[in-house]
């Protein structure tokens, strides 16, 4: 059974830092791309950050510089350091394996106050 599991999100202020992690197993990681993804209410889900098995990332313009995506294939987790954060960074966010078939995490909020 494919799980993939959020965990890092919550409440913080305008600057701050929040780190997220998201845990697989069920899967071979080391041969998806992984990525995070933001939906807010109301609105589609959209990429944040992208990793691929060998390392290369690809970020959406609106946090690129402020936004680092990593993953331990050993561990099987990947992360997204999210420092200078902006109250339009709010949203939900999502882990998604995208190898042979796409998985999705179950989402974790943040919340970022001005």
């Known amino acids: 059974q494919v799980q993939l599991v959020e965990s890092g999100g919550g409440l913080v202020q305008a600057g701050g830092s929040l780190r997220l992690s998201c845990a697989a197993s069920?899967?071979?990681?080391?041969?998806?791309?992984m990525g995070w993804y933001r939906q807010v209410s109301g609105k589609q889900r959209g990429l944040v950050a992208l990793?691929?098995?060998?390392?290369?990332?690809n970020y959406a313009d609106s946090v690129k510089g402020r936004f680092t995506i990593s993953r331990d294939n050993a561990k099987k987790t990947m992360y997204l350091q999210m420092n200078s954060l902006k109250p339009e960074d709010t949203g939900v966010y999502y882990c998604n394996a995208n190898g042979p078939l796409a998985y999705w995490g179950r989402g974790t909020q943040v919340t970022v106050s001005s």
């Open positions: 990793i691929t098995p060998g390392g290369t990332t």
């Open positions: 069920g899967i071979i990681f080391s041969g998806n791309d």
